[in-house]
């Protein structure tokens, strides 16, 4: 399998995986990426077996309007029971790097407010060690510098994602050679540099189910496993 089937194969375990606990009030979070996009497609087929959705970015929500399955304001919709999103990289105990596409910060508040996430992948992004994937950071565009330099002292190189621009109006600096040999510590290090919004370490609340799409078939790892 190539790696569009690949992620084809995990959207639908993780459709199978939800779908026995849907009801016309179910609301399902939704992350960003290709691999949820292809989540989002497939949930278009099932459409009335659930209530709606909510959208861990615009582009998401777009997508899921555009299949016409209604998109909820979070603050009307939590507690979630699902959230099934992509990741960058996962490591053996569900802990990732998020934000390639930038919705880090939406992501990691969907994430936070769902009971059980489910981490959808292909294989290439299971890592032994976080970090080969640079890390973004959300951050208020006046304290790029200030940010830039509290990375540096933290033993990061950080890089301006030029010309982007989040759904929330800030910028992205990616992190490259950091080391996140210990997720939980950098997370938190990270969440005190004051004009960094949000980091895409998702360590202190990891993925609950992994469904890595592999060539002998989508593994499911549970975190209890790791
Ligand atoms: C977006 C994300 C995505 O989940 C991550 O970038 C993975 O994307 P893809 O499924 O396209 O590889 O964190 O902010």
């Given at each position: 399998?190539?790696?569009?089937?690949?992620?084809?194969?995990?959207?639908?375990?993780?459709?199978?995986?939800?779908?026995?606990?849907?009801?016309?009030?179910?609301?399902?979070?939704?992350?960003?990426?290709?691999?949820?996009?292809?989540?989002?497609?497939?949930?278009?087929?099932?459409?009335?077996?659930f209530?709606?959705?909510?959208?861990s970015?615009?582009?998401?929500?777009?997508?899921?309007?555009?299949?016409?399955?209604?998109?909820?304001?979070?603050?009307?919709?939590?507690?979630?029971?699902?959230?099934?999103?992509?990741?960058?990289e996962?490591?053996?105990?569900?802990?990732?790097?998020?934000?390639?596409g930038?919705?880090?910060?939406?992501?990691?508040?969907?994430?936070?407010?769902?009971?059980?996430?489910?981490?959808?992948?292909?294989e290439?992004?299971?890592?032994?060690?976080?970090?080969?994937?640079?890390?973004?950071?959300?951050?208020?565009?006046?304290?790029?510098?200030?940010?830039?330099?509290?990375?540096?002292?933290?033993?990061?190189?950080?890089?301006?994602?030029?010309?982007?621009?989040?759904?929330?109006?800030?910028?992205?600096?990616?992190?490259?050679?950091?080391?996140?040999s210990?997720?939980?510590?950098?997370?938190?290090k990270?969440?005190?540099?004051?004009?960094?919004?949000?980091?895409?370490l998702?360590?202190?609340?990891?993925?609950?189910?992994?469904?890595?799409?592999?060539?002998?078939?989508?593994?499911?790892?549970?975190?209890?496993?790791?």
């Amino acid at each position: 399998m190539n790696q569009d089937e690949l992620k084809k194969a995990v959207a639908q375990a993780a459709l199978d995986y939800i779908r026995p606990h849907l009801d016309q009030d179910s609301i399902i979070g939704v992350g960003t990426g290709s691999t949820a996009n292809c989540f989002i497609d497939l949930l278009a087929n099932v459409r009335n077996d659930f209530d709606g959705a909510v959208a861990s970015s615009d582009a998401t929500a777009e997508r899921l309007k555009s299949h016409g399955i209604p998109v909820y304001d979070l603050n009307s919709a939590a507690p979630l029971e699902f959230y099934v999103d992509g990741a960058d990289e996962t490591n053996e105990h569900l802990e990732l790097i998020k934000g390639g596409g930038g919705a880090l910060t939406r992501e990691k508040i969907v994430a936070a407010v769902s009971k059980t996430f489910i981490c959808i992948a292909d294989e290439s992004k299971l890592v032994g060690i976080l970090g080969e994937f640079p890390l973004p950071v959300e951050v208020v565009p006046m304290a790029r510098s200030y940010v830039g330099r509290e990375i540096v002292k933290l033993g990061g190189d950080p890089v301006y994602r030029e010309g982007f621009i989040t759904d929330n109006g800030n910028i992205i600096i990616d992190i490259h050679n950091l080391d996140i040999s210990r997720p939980i510590q950098v997370e938190e290090k990270l969440n005190n540099i004051v004009g960094i919004v949000t980091n895409g370490l998702f360590a202190r609340r990891p993925a609950d189910l992994l469904l890595l799409g592999t060539a002998d078939g989508v593994k499911s790892i549970s975190r209890q496993d790791g």
